[in-house]
């Protein structure tokens, strides 16, 4: 690499990128977050780079959480403020990476880029692909211009939008509607930005501030459509005390729902609650119909959608701006 006068700043929070397993021969057998991230990036030995490491948490991203969250949130946004900061990598176990990667996307206001990575195997295991990953992660962060928030694994760049986690084993675990092979990334960071501009965006109208003080979280779940499904998890939710305020539903299809689920959810709406509807397929995007009674439509996959819709009633209440629903 050559000397580059800026800095870039990794902050850990944990996932298999950080795992090690007590007998590398077995190596399936790991626990997540276990390595701190200061580790991982001295064991790349990085030549010509001012590099920064920060263990914001170390847990498996099971537990992913919007406490963690916020905590992140506040690093990024206290290391992105500094001038000679180029660019900050995040690394992150890959269960939920796709969830934090909208959050960050949605909420960040800035343009410097900042790349989500992880791995699919512990950093002892013997064909670990976590040092090439965040290598490729530090390489895209140092270099001059802004991509904004995107994600890095198996030499692709990937756009936070449609971003999914495909397989569960295979280290080509993630997919996207338009991957960018990292080298061709790097050299045009200006035609990167632009081709991901393409992909739908997720602005949520609140500042950072404003989240970091959250205490109380709005209660979003998220429901499937399936054979058999007849809505009564949802009847039952909505009748009890703490119902939630708004439901994602994971539709089949183009966001279809059985009569049972629909007649569930209407009543969830009629009591007040949100009700946005995805689709359980990893690629197409909801398309809303003429005389739908749940209008709310999503292109995210289920579990983002959850996120930024959790975001948008949390920008409402504290706008405290009536009836308006900000579009996810
Ligand atoms: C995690 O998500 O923290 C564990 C799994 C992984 O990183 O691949």
């Given at each position: 690499m050559t000397e580059n006068k800026s800095r870039v700043v990794v902050l850990g929070t944990g996932g298999t990128i950080a795992g090690w397993a007590p007998d590398p021969k077995q190596a399936h057998q790991y626990r997540a977050g276990e390595v701190a991230v200061g580790d991982l990036v001295k064991a790349l030995a990085p030549q010509g780079l001012h590099i920064e490491t920060e263990d914001v948490a170390r847990i498996d991203?099971?537990?992913?959480n919007w406490t963690v969250w916020q905590q992140l949130v506040a690093r990024l946004t206290y290391w992105l403020a500094h001038d000679d900061v180029q660019g900050v990598v995040v690394t992150h176990g890959t269960d939920t990476l796709e969830e934090t990667a909208i959050l960050l996307h949605s909420l960040l206001k800035g343009d410097k880029t900042v790349v989500i990575t992880g791995a699919?195997?512990?950093?002892?295991?013997?064909?670990?692909d976590g040092p090439v990953n965040l290598q490729d992660a530090i390489r895209l962060a140092a270099t001059p211009g802004r991509a904004g928030v995107v994600a890095v694994f198996a030499g692709h760049v990937h756009a936070?939008?449609?971003?999914?986690?495909?397989?569960?084993?295979?280290?080509?675990?993630f997919a996207s509607s338009d991957p960018v092979p990292i080298e061709p990334a790097i050299e045009n960071l200006t035609a990167l930005r632009e081709r991901f501009s393409g992909q739908p965006d997720h602005p949520v109208d609140m500042d950072v501030s404003a989240f970091l003080q959250v205490t109380a979280w709005p209660r979003v779940e998220l429901v499937h459509n399936h054979a058999a499904q007849d809505g009564w998890l949802v009847r039952t939710l909505i009748a009890s005390p703490d119902a939630p305020e708004a439901w994602v539903v994971a539709g089949t299809g183009n966001g279809t729902l059985s009569q049972g689920l629909e007649d569930a959810l209407i009543q969830a709406q009629e009591k007040g609650a949100w009700v946005w509807r995805t689709s359980r397929c990893p690629w197409g995007s909801v398309q809303a119909q003429r005389g739908d009674r749940l209008s709310q439509v999503c292109a995210l996959n289920p579990c983002k959608a959850r996120v930024v819709v959790t975001l948008a009633l949390l920008a409402l209440a504290l706008k405290q701006q009536g009836l308006a629903r900000p579009l996810p």
């Open positions: 991203s099971k537990n992913m699919m195997r512990a950093a002892n295991a013997p064909d670990c936070p939008a449609s971003l999914t986690k495909l397989d569960c084993q295979s280290l080509r675990a």
